[in-house]
């Protein structure tokens, strides 16, 4: 059986014995993750979504498409996607407004060898994940950030 899971969560910053926010060894923010059911989040908070895909079938999963929801109260960050190769991972996400919710469009192009982000984010209402393989036996996590308006 092939089967997918979706969990949300509040990053609360990872405090140093000094008081300022601790960092990991290239010198990015450490965050804890809380289960968005045990979190307060008001304007401005960031929310992360982890999409769980599991092959539990005899064969190899093949052209995956993912989808899932974003809420008119949520503005999707595109540059937070990752998972399996992130960057192909980016390069094949789609985007849906309300107007058009079956017509999905690339979320970035190729521009003169360069991805440039073609999605408006104000009117984003839904996204498409693609994964192009997945082995038996095999997991996929792709995780993704919004924030509260």
């Given at each position: 059986?092939?089967?997918?899971?979706?969990?949300?969560?509040?990053?609360?910053?990872?405090?140093?014995?000094?008081?300022t926010?601790?960092?990991?060894e290239?010198?990015?923010?450490?965050f804890?993750?809380?289960?968005l059911?045990?979190?307060?989040?008001t304007?401005?908070?960031a929310?992360?979504?982890?999409?769980?895909?599991?092959?539990?079938t005899?064969?190899?999963a093949?052209?995956?498409?993912?989808?899932?929801?974003?809420?008119p109260?949520?503005l999707?960050?595109?540059?937070?996607?990752?998972?399996?190769?992130?960057?192909a991972?980016?390069?094949?996400?789609?985007?849906?407004?309300?107007e058009?919710p079956?017509?999905?469009?690339?979320?970035?192009?190729?521009v003169?060898?360069?991805?440039?982000?073609?999605?408006?984010?104000?009117?984003?209402?839904?996204?498409?994940?693609?994964?192009?393989?997945?082995?038996?036996?095999?997991?996929?996590?792709?995780?993704?950030?919004?924030?509260?308006?």
């Amino acid at each position: 059986m092939l089967s997918v899971a979706m969990a949300g969560f509040t990053l609360l910053p990872v405090m140093a014995d000094d008081g300022t926010q601790a960092r990991d060894e290239a010198g990015q923010p450490l965050f804890q993750r809380r289960p968005l059911a045990d979190s307060v989040v008001t304007p401005g908070d960031a929310i992360l979504y982890v999409i769980r895909v599991e092959n539990s079938t005899a064969a190899p999963a093949n052209n995956l498409q993912i989808g899932a929801q974003v809420a008119p109260e949520l503005l999707f960050d595109p540059y937070s996607v990752a998972g399996p190769d992130a960057q192909a991972l980016r390069m094949a996400l789609e985007w849906a407004d309300a107007e058009t919710p079956d017509q999905f469009r690339p979320v970035f192009v190729l521009v003169d060898g360069q991805p440039q982000m073609q999605a408006d984010l104000a009117t984003l209402r839904a996204l498409r994940f693609h994964l192009p393989f997945l082995p038996v036996g095999g997991m996929a996590e792709i995780e993704y950030t919004v924030t509260l308006r």
